[in-house]
């Protein structure tokens, strides 16, 4: 069934996305996807702020509603976010993570019709407070969420992210690579990770390091966002022999700006693998406790190495034991990254 707006008024949606960052890059095709579908249809976004950082100005969200992460703690915020979605007036809400919080949103919008998906991706309320609820039909997190525009008539949309460009960011960028003489070309790691199991060893990517420079002569800049971020980078600068720098303090948007311009990024399951991936950077990713069937970085051009996985897609997650990452081994690293630089991009599926 397709839904419909009465009157033909320009369409008004909502996408209700309160996740991680990572997982907001994941959502970003639904916007242009609908907007590619119907120029006319107008799209609000309701995100937290660290997501939010990134998607203010992106050309297909015409309006930006930041909610504070504890909203759901305050009767007097809760109030306050029913005010401002119900001054949108939207007649559709399109809820990706079908969870609580984002189902609760779409129903505090008083939107007619409010689309998630169906057991067992969809957890909570989430099962109680939208209305249209669809299977889970496709593995990709990006593609099974693009399934969520069908009824709306959108079909088979083209996938495109469109990241915004931050003009600063982008001039603080090549500041930077000209400053440092990168201007030949280099790669990115970021040894990050937003759970312990995906915590890979820094004495291994301060051997991939080497490898890009003595086989490439590409050096490498290792970026980080805290202290633990920070530790874990100068550990890699220390074991490269002299091929790995450490980035500088950067915002995210500055960090976004400075992987556009890398040839490679080498990273876990983690936010900016997906921001590299959706600005078209290609990526030599490391799954061992997620499945990148489902979540990898999206597009033909990356190279995945997954340790040995069993799971399935509304459970993506095994305890965090750092044991399934560390199965992947720096020479298949390295394969990999020889692989991305020399053009040939088929997937790898790592094998202990």
């Given at each position: 069934?397709?839904?419909t707006v009465r009157n033909n008024s320009p369409l008004r949606v909502l996408i209700s996305d309160v996740s991680e960052l990572g997982d907001a890059v994941l959502t970003m095709p639904l916007a242009c996807a609908i907007k590619d579908h119907d120029p006319n249809a107008f799209v609000a976004w309701v995100a937290e702020p660290a997501a939010a950082t990134m998607l203010q100005g992106h050309d297909c969200i015409d309006q930006l509603v930041t909610v504070d992460e504890g909203w759901l703690k305050s009767p007097q915020a809760i109030c306050h976010v029913r005010q401002q979605l119900r001054s949108l007036q939207c007649d559709v809400v399109i809820d990706p993570p079908s969870h609580t919080k984002s189902s609760l949103i779409g129903?505090?919008?008083g939107a007619r019709q409010r689309i998630g998906f169906d057991g067992p991706q969809a957890r909570e309320l989430?099962?109680?407070?939208?209305r249209t609820k669809l299977p889970r039909e496709r593995e990709h997190v990006?593609?099974?969420r693009l399934q969520l525009l069908t009824p709306l008539g959108v079909q088979d949309p083209m996938v495109r992210f469109e990241v915004p460009h931050d003009p600063s960011a982008d001039v603080f960028a090549r500041e930077y690579v000209l400053s440092m003489e990168l201007a030949d070309g280099f790669a990115m790691i970021h040894p990050g990770a937003a759970e312990?199991?995906?915590?890979w060893s820094m004495a291994r990517f301060a051997t991939v390091a080497r490898h890009l420079g003595e086989v490439h002569g590409l050096p490498t800049i290792v970026a980080w966002a805290n202290g633990k971020e920070h530790h874990f980078a100068e550990s890699i600068v220390a074991g490269s022999m002299g091929y790995a720098m450490m980035a500088p303090h950067t915002s995210l948007r500055e960090l976004t700006?400075?992987?556009r311009q890398a040839q490679l990024l080498i990273s876990a399951d983690?936010?900016?693998l997906h921001l590299a991936a959706a600005v078209g950077v290609p990526c030599v990713a490391l799954y061992g406790a997620t499945a990148d069937r489902f979540a990898g970085p999206y597009g033909e051009q990356h190279v995945t190495l997954q340790a040995p996985w069993e799971g399935t897609a509304s459970r993506a997650r095994r305890p965090s034991t750092q044991q399934a990452l560390r199965a992947i081994t720096a020479e298949a690293v390295c394969e990999a990254c020889d692989q991305v630089l020399q053009t040939a991009m088929p997937e790898l599926c790592y094998a202990a």
């Open positions: 069934m397709v839904f129903w505090l919008s989430a099962l109680w407070l939208n990006v593609d099974a312990g199991s995906q915590v700006a400075l992987m983690h936010s900016p």
